[in-house]
C-alpha cells in the first residue's frame, strides 16, 4: 500500500536536546511538507519541499531544520533553539507544489519535551 | 498572505441532525477550498474540495459551498453519525500556490 510514515509516533526528549522527526513516502509525490498542530491553532507549516534538494521555510521555521537528498525521504531535527517544542508534527505529501492541493498526511509524530 | 477563520471551535449534534462549520478568509485571488476530516490519533484526510468556479459540490451526505464575494466557504453535514465524530479542517489557497492555509479546526461530536 503506498503512503505516509512517520517515526517514531511518540517521542520524549529532554531540553536542550535535538530529536529528529522521520517522514518516508513510497507515493512519488514531488511535494512533502512539515505541519506542527497544537490545541486551538490548526496546522501551522513548518518546512516544505517541492523538488530533492530545495525546501522553504514556512510560516514558523525557527528552532527547526529539514534536509531533502531522496524524493522519498523528507527529515525534521527539531532543535534546542526551538522554545515551545511540545507538540504534534505531521509530515505531508502532494502531487506535486504547484498544480493540487491535496495533500497526504501521515499519522502523526508527538513530541514531548520533558 | 492569506489568513483563514473558521467557526465554531467545537461543535456538538445529536444522530440525524445536520452540521455546518463555517469558514472565511481574506486573500481574494484564492481559488481552491478543501476540507479535511482528522479522526483521533490520526492524519487529516481529504474529504471533499471546490474550486472557485463553482458554487456548491455534494458527495453523499457532504457537501461544500462558496461565496466569492463574501470570500466565506462552508461545510455542510446531512444525516449526521456518530462516525462523523472528529476534527475538521478547512483550507484555501491559490491554485498556481505552493501551500495551503488552514483553518483552527473544528471538533465536532454526534451524540448517539
Known amino acids: 500500500d503506498g503512503g505516509i510514515t512517520q517515526s517514531p509516533k511518540y517521542l520524549f526528549r529532554k531540553e536542550g536536546q535535538n530529536v529528529t522527526l522521520s517522514c518516508e513516502q513510497n507515493?512519488?509525490?514531488?511535494?512533502m511538507y512539515w505541519y506542527r498542530q497544537d490545541p486551538g491553532q490548526g496546522l501551522r507549516l513548518i518546512y516544505y519541499?517541492?523538488?530533492?534538494?530545495?525546501?522553504q521555510k514556512g510560516d514558523i521555521a525557527e528552532g527547526y531544520s529539514v534536509s531533502r537528498e531522496k524524493k522519498e525521504s523528507f527529515p525534521l531535527t527539531v532543535t534546542s533553539a526551538q522554545k515551545n517544542p511540545t507538540a504534534f508534527y505531521l509530515c505531508?505529501?502532494?502531487?506535486?507544489?504547484?498544480?493540487?492541493?491535496?495533500?497526504?498526511f501521515g499519522e502523526g509524530s508527538r513530541l514531548t519535551v520533558l | 498572505g492569506e489568513n483563514v477563520e473558521q467557526h465554531p471551535s467545537t461543535l456538538s449534534v445529536q444522530e440525524g441532525d445536520s452540521a455546518v462549520i463555517k469558514c472565511t478568509y481574506s486573500?481574494?485571488?484564492?481559488?481552491?477550498f478543501p476540507w479535511y476530516k482528522q479522526e483521533l490519533g490520526k492524519g487529516p484526510q481529504l474529504i471533499i474540495d471546490?474550486?472557485?468556479?463553482?458554487g456548491e459540490k455534494k458527495d453523499q451526505r457532504i457537501a461544500v459551498t462558496l461565496n466569492k464575494t463574501a470570500k466565506h466557504f462552508s461545510l455542510h453535514i446531512t444525516e449526521t453519525q456518530p462516525e462523523d465524530s472528529a476534527v475538521y479542517f478547512c483550507?484555501?489557497?491559490?491554485?498556481?500556490?505552493?501551500?495551503?492555509?488552514f483553518g483552527e479546526g473544528t471538533q465536532l461530536t454526534v451524540n448517539p
Open positions: 507515493l512519488n509525490h514531488d511535494a
Open positions: 486573500d481574494s485571488a484564492s481559488n481552491y
Open positions: 519541499s517541492q523538488i530533492v534538494n530545495d525546501f
Open positions: 471546490i474550486r472557485s468556479n463553482v
Open positions: 483550507a484555501a489557497m491559490r491554485w498556481s500556490g505552493s501551500r495551503l492555509t
Open positions: 505531508a505529501s502532494s502531487r506535486d507544489g504547484t498544480n493540487t492541493g491535496e495533500l497526504f
